[in-house]
């Protein structure tokens, strides 16, 4: 690469910098506090729905082992 | 890549890249075809971009652009911390604390003859597709152990594999020529790929046109995720650079970035919500991000945890995240108060991809010691253990997630 072409690489590098960091500062943000609280209430509202969390009943996992039965 | 089938696993074999020396700049890369002056070229999206930004504005220097760079950081620093105003694990101590964690291995799928590199689960939520460096990429029924599918790839590493959201098709790729990393599903005929070269790209399969490219990672990207489909068209990717970055499909815009981890971010998983996402690094923690809040909100870390996380995936209510490491555990924090509620041991070498199933039942760990090991909680029964050599080779990287929302093909 001639260093006249990374000299202007470098220039276009630069402005696309200044350009992306334009839009980043630009957006809406909200409070940690109130983010927080999302989070804490979507977990709250969907964890009966988690079986990693509450665990499910031996009948309804398909991956329990089936014992043998034994005929007495 | 083509994959040579072994058994009727598709109805179709995609080729799904346009590559080849840029009239531009004339590297060998994706490339897009467009028209200049009338005369049709084939220039690759950087080459795109730059064309976009030429010409100097009046008294533009590099000079004034690097200090208007550094007064816009320290911007984003301030607004940022002006919203900083409580921690998450504070807001969730009025929270109940989790019971005791109890997780089993309930299947070991054994099979592959060399390092598991990544998973993903059927929507069926009872196949997975693995795929490992022994070259095959296996589908198997998780309820019964066997082996539904093999194909043979003609690469090697092949680093990583994905169900298409209608279970009939598969996506691999390989770390062959540096290409593909990482690959996501969307709609069986569009991919978003990750790769060595610190780009990410939208591919329409059928054609193998590239639609959308992403430029912004410095190195290598390892992860991508797709936002939950009613969170809009964003994705978050992960790279080598230590940044994670959100970007807008459509435009290919870089909309949010960030930058706390101290080395190669290995993973990247969105919170079920789509307002966060959790990231696993070579630093030995893991991170998330909210969104909304742009910063980082919690780091999950321990001094004893000195291993790198290779991959991270949450639970359903997104209240519980699985990270596998290097150590050959995974870890199990409460994502709210930022503890740490389990470890998970079984695995005899590093874990490579943790993936929860569809319907959250259970879920599925593989790794380096060339087994597939799934839990789901309760009681547990280690029901089988393999022995292979153990050869050292590059990090695995690379996961993929299937999504199913369709996707508006959108051509630049």
């Known amino acids: ?72 | 890549v083509q994959p040579q089938p072994d058994a009727k696993m598709c109805d179709q074999t995609f080729l799904a890249i346009t590559f080849g020396p840029c009239d531009n700049c004339s590297q060998n890369k994706p490339l897009m075809n467009i028209y200049l002056k009338n005369e049709p070229i084939n220039y690759c999206s950087l080459c795109v971009e730059m064309m976009a930004c030429q010409g100097l504005a009046k008294g533009e220097t590099i000079h004034t652009l690097k200090a208007e760079s550094e007064s816009l950081k320290s911007k984003l620093e301030e607004e940022r911390a002006k919203l900083h105003d409580v921690e998450l694990h504070q807001v969730a101590e009025k929270m109940e604390a989790l019971g005791q964690f109890v997780m089993k291995t309930r299947r070991t799928l054994k099979g592959h003859g060399n390092k598991v590199l990544c998973m993903d689960w059927c929507r069926d939520k009872r196949r997975i597709v693995s795929s490992s460096q022994d070259g095959k990429v296996i589908v198997w029924d998780a309820y019964t152990t066997n082996k539904e599918h093999a194909v043979t790839m003609p690469c090697t590493w092949v680093m990583a594999c994905a169900y298409a959201p209608s279970g009939c098709a598969v996506a691999c790729g390989s770390d062959e020529e540096k290409s593909i990393q990482y690959v996501v599903l969307l709609y069986v005929f569009v991919i978003l790929t990750s790769s060595g070269d610190g780009t990410c790209a939208l591919w329409d399969v059928e054609s193998g046109q590239l639609l959308q490219s992403f430029h912004g990672h410095s190195a290598d990207v390892l992860s991508l995720d797709l936002a939950p489909s009613e969170t809009g068209n964003t994705f978050v990717s992960g790279g080598c650079d230590k940044k994670a970055n959100v970007w807008d499909m459509r435009s290919g815009q870089n909309v949010q970035s960030f930058e706390t981890h101290e080395s190669d971010i290995n993973s990247v998983k969105y919170y079920p919500s789509g307002d966060a996402f959790a990231s696993g690094s070579d630093d030995a923690t893991c991170r998330l991000y909210d969104l909304r809040a742009d910063r980082e909100v919690a780091i999950y870390s321990k001094e004893s945890i000195i291993f790198g996380a290779s991959s991270v995936d949450f639970s359903l209510s997104g209240r519980l995240l699985f990270a596998g490491h290097n150590d050959y555990t995974i870890n199990v924090w409460d994502v709210l108060k930022g503890t740490r509620v389990a470890i998970l041991f079984g695995h005899e070498n590093r874990v490579s991809t943790v993936r929860v199933s569809p319907d959250g039942t259970a879920f599925c760990s593989g790794s380096w010691d060339n087994t597939l090991r799934m839990k789901v909680k309760g009681l547990a029964v280690v029901i089988g253990v393999l022995h292979h050599p153990v050869v050292s080779a590059p990090r695995a990287a690379g996961e993929l997630r299937n999504i199913g929302h369709s996707f508006p093909v959108i051509y630049s």
């Open chain 1, 1 to 72: 690469m001639s260093s006249k072409m990374a000299g202007s690489n470098n220039l276009t590098h630069a402005r696309r910098m200044v350009q992306q960091l334009k839009v980043e500062a630009s957006i809406e943000r909200i409070k940690v506090s109130k983010a927080s609280a999302d989070l804490m209430r979507y977990c709250g509202e969907n964890a009966k729905y988690d079986p990693l969390l509450m665990g499910i009943p031996a009948s309804e996992n398909p991956f329990k082992d089936k014992k043998p039965c034994t005929i007495l």
